[in-house]
């Protein structure tokens, strides 16, 4: 099994910042990759970026040169790095750990871009 929890949504302004946190416990030697996902109202969950063990990284083109995926090996956590945010970056943002047999999620955190 695995735990996953992520930190640090919030209400920022248009071309503000914001860093993600998702903290990994329990079988962590059984992760393959982690991955951010967001889901906006109305809208079907989509995939923002991922990293392997690794620690290739790969994002939706969307947010390419705005968002970095990057890791603490140390402290099992991934962070996504958000920058020069957008309103239509508005949803709610899930961190998923994958395992061979199947995905781990989180309770997920709000991020609100607006003025």
């Known amino acids: 099994q695995v735990q996953v929890v992520e930190s640090g949504g919030g209400l920022v302004q248009p071309g503000g910042s914001l860093r993600l946190s998702c903290a990994a416990s329990?079988?962590?030697?059984?992760?393959?990759?982690m991955h951010w996902y967001s889901q906006a109202p109305g809208k079907e969950r989509e995939l923002v970026a991922e990293?392997?063990?690794?620690?290739?990284?790969g994002y939706r083109a969307s947010v390419k040169g705005r968002f970095t995926i990057s890791r603490d090996i140390a402290k099992n956590t991934v962070f996504l790095q958000m920058n020069s945010l957008k309103p239509e970056d508005t949803a709610v943002y899930y961190c998923?750990?994958?395992?061979?047999?199947?995905?781990?999620w989180g309770q997920g955190t709000q991020v609100t871009v607006s003025s």
């Open positions: 329990g079988s962590i030697v059984s992760i393959n990759s």
């Open positions: 990293i392997t063990t690794g620690g290739s990284t």
């Open positions: 998923s750990a994958r395992t061979v047999e199947r995905a781990y």
